[in-house]
């Protein structure tokens, strides 16, 4: 059976605030675990108005002291944005408070905009380029204490929080084959390279002693509803939201709308650039999202699923998770 878990970004909806949003991810984290997900991961964003994960950190603390038993991590903290020592000893701290429940993935990228980008890194002299010296960094401060280290991350040190390595492209996918770490691919948003990303890491991994084989995750997008016609409704938030992401508008979750009234939206170009960015999704009732669930495991042979949600009506966005904690059984 492979396994389902949650990615939240605590998506802001129209008409609704940051603190109703951070609310509702505490309420829907406490029905996954009652559904019998795997994990709960959260995702950083910055200067976003759609959005209320950006202290990634504490929003897992939030989540997993209002749980008790599903593992609650980041999917993913974006790594050039902190130097590593403050990521393990806030991981670290979480994983001494929830011990056996706190996952730590890491990713490249910034997140949000170039402009913001600098102000979150102002005192930083590193980026992007120095990603493999900062995971390595960050294994050894979450590891047991090496004699004579002067550094330490206390809480952290011996922890050995399982860290995971987060991609759209085929860098992270080298990077954690040639660590033996578990990778975890975006395609809920960027799937272009997905199969690709997925056998460089396979062919090029290097066994280590938490992670004997490789062990790869794929992000998914699921929108489901008790019949076909409500779910292709509930989904015009999402494609709506990205249809914004293509004009370089952000905001707040939209309110969907009539799937037909889409075509009075966004142009040929425009719509075909949104169903290639969300080609990774499960849109339906139970059935039609059980067939194409399956389907993109037969394809990438994924050891899990992890699966984004951003439905307008929190009501409906439950839902959704619970009838996908159904369809998961069969998979």
Not at 162 to 167: N, S
Not at 222 to 239: G, M, N, P, R
Request: hydrophobic letters at 45%; a neutral charge.
């Amino acid at each position: 059976m492979t396994a389902l878990s949650v990615l939240d970004l605590a998506p802001i909806v129209e008409g609704s605030n940051a603190a109703e949003s951070l609310h509702r991810a505490l309420d829907l984290a406490r029905h996954a675990e009652g559904w019998g997900f795997k994990r709960y991961w959260l995702a950083e964003h910055h200067n976003m108005d759609g959005v209320a994960c950006s202290a990634t950190a504490v929003l897992v603390g939030h989540v997993a002291g209002g749980t008790k038993s599903i593992r609650v991590g980041s999917g993913g903290v974006m790594l050039p944005n902190h130097a590593p020592l403050v990521i393990a000893e806030q991981f670290g701290t979480l994983a001494t408070l929830y011990p056996g429940r706190i996952d730590l993935g890491l990713g490249r990228a910034p997140g949000t905009d170039q402009m913001t980008a600098r102000a979150l890194r102002q005192n930083l002299v590193r980026d992007e380029d120095a990603f493999p010296q900062d995971v390595v960094e960050l294994q050894a401060y979450l590891g047991d204490a090496q004699p004579g280290q002067a550094v330490r991350a206390i809480p952290g040190m011996g922890t050995k929080v399982p860290i995971w390595l987060l991609g759209s492209s085929l860098y992270s996918a080298q990077l954690a084959a040639y660590l033996g770490l578990p990778f975890a691919f975006a395609s809920h948003f960027a799937p272009d390279y997905l199969m690709q990303a997925l056998d460089i890491y396979r062919s090029s991994y290097r066994p280590s002693a938490d992670w004997p084989k490789p062990h790869a995750m794929v992000a998914v997008n699921v929108v489901a509803a008790d019949t076909d016609d409500e779910a292709a409704v509930l989904f015009t938030s999402i494609q709506q939201r990205f249809l914004g992401m293509q004009r370089g508008v952000r905001g707040p979750l939209p309110r969907p709308i009539d799937p037909a009234a889409m075509e009075a939206l966004w142009n040929p170009r425009e719509k075909a650039g949104v169903q290639r960015m969300l080609v990774a999704s499960a849109v339906g009732g139970p059935a039609a999202v059980r067939r194409q669930l399956q389907a993109i495991v037969d394809q990438t042979g994924a050891n899990e699923l992890i699966a984004a949600g951003a439905i307008h009506s929190h009501t409906a966005r439950l839902h959704s998770y619970e009838l996908l904690a159904e369809v998961g059984r069969q998979l």
